[in-house]
């Protein structure tokens, strides 16, 4: 026992494992204890409010500015919740950018109208997909960035006729993300089938949808320009998700795809490969009937 636990020790490998572990304990104190640190330090009830409100605030800003500085503080809040569900849910999704870009056209355009957006582009993917099947992919994507745009600038045609406000937020939906959601989705319909194309799809929905709503509480936005500190914060709880809530709970879960074909088919694949069953090899002239 005790050679074993000195081989253990003296390894190199696991001596520098450790060593990061800790290095990473201690870069994660570090990054949630500070800026919680100076938000405490701005409450009033302390002799430091007046000083860390002044320098760590955004609040003063030009209000041009401010606009911009709340989307820059609201991605990496965005890909907290990427994270989340990612690595503690397991829930699949197409990419980490693709739900953050949806969740910002959602913000401007509104989820439902949002939604409906991308069902009627990925259902007509799925009716040019036999034009795309052998195409590579410098052709396939720029025929779905056309597909995509055609969708977003039709609608402003109707403009002339209605003036329905709702038609012109259908061309503030992010063309690159949207075309590259198609690509997605149809290379992995390709690949895996439907079943397989829709669960990570409509995880990439449902994670866009959770982050608008997110946004959309009052004064979420406000917040991080006025604790900016929060920002350095966020690094600390993407990698305490990832270092100690890494349970992929969901993981190859997926609703959509049925279990009882892969147990029917197990059995002939065993049989197949020539495996021992009741003390005795299958050969292939058993499930022949001993034919030749």
Request: hydrophobic residues 55%; aromatic residues 10%.
């Amino acid at each position: 026992m005790e050679t074993t636990y000195a081989t253990v020790t003296n390894d190199p490998q696991n001596a520098d494992e450790i060593r990061a572990a800790r290095a990473r304990g201690w870069l994660l104190t570090i990054l949630i204890l500070v800026p919680a640190l100076i938000m405490a330090g701005k409450h009033p009830l302390f002799m430091t409010s007046g000083v860390f409100r002044s320098w760590f605030t955004l609040g003063d800003l030009p209000k041009p500015v401010q606009p911009h500085v709340e989307y820059m503080l609201f991605v990496p809040l965005s890909a907290i919740v990427v994270a989340f569900f990612r690595l503690t849910l397991g829930m699949p999704v197409l990419s980490l950018f693709r739900p953050i870009l949806t969740a910002i056209a959602f913000r401007i355009m509104g989820i439902p109208t949002g939604i409906a957006l991308l069902a009627l582009v990925l259902g007509s993917a799925i009716v040019i997909r036999p034009l795309l099947k052998d195409l590579h992919y410098y052709g396939r994507v720029p025929v779905l960035l056309s597909l995509v745009s055609c969708f977003m600038v039709v609608p402003l045609l109707f403009t002339r006729s209605w003036h329905e406000a709702w038609l012109q937020h259908l061309a503030y939906f992010p063309l690159i993300s949207l075309a590259l959601i198609c690509e997605a989705f149809v290379k992995t319909l390709d690949e895996k089938g439907l079943a397989e194309a829709a669960w990570p799809t409509l995880n990439t929905i449902l994670v866009a949808i959770v982050i608008s709503l997110i946004a959309g509480f009052h004064g979420a936005l406000h917040l991080l320009v006025y604790y900016p500190e929060l920002l350095v914060m966020q690094i600390g709880v993407v990698l305490f998700i990832a270092e100690f809530m890494h349970f992929e709970w969901l993981q190859g879960k997926n609703p959509f795809v049925f279990k009882n074909a892969t147990v029917v088919e197990e059995p002939l694949q065993t049989a197949t490969t020539g495996l021992g069953m009741e003390g005795r090899p299958i050969l292939q002239t058993d499930l022949k009937g001993g034919l030749a």
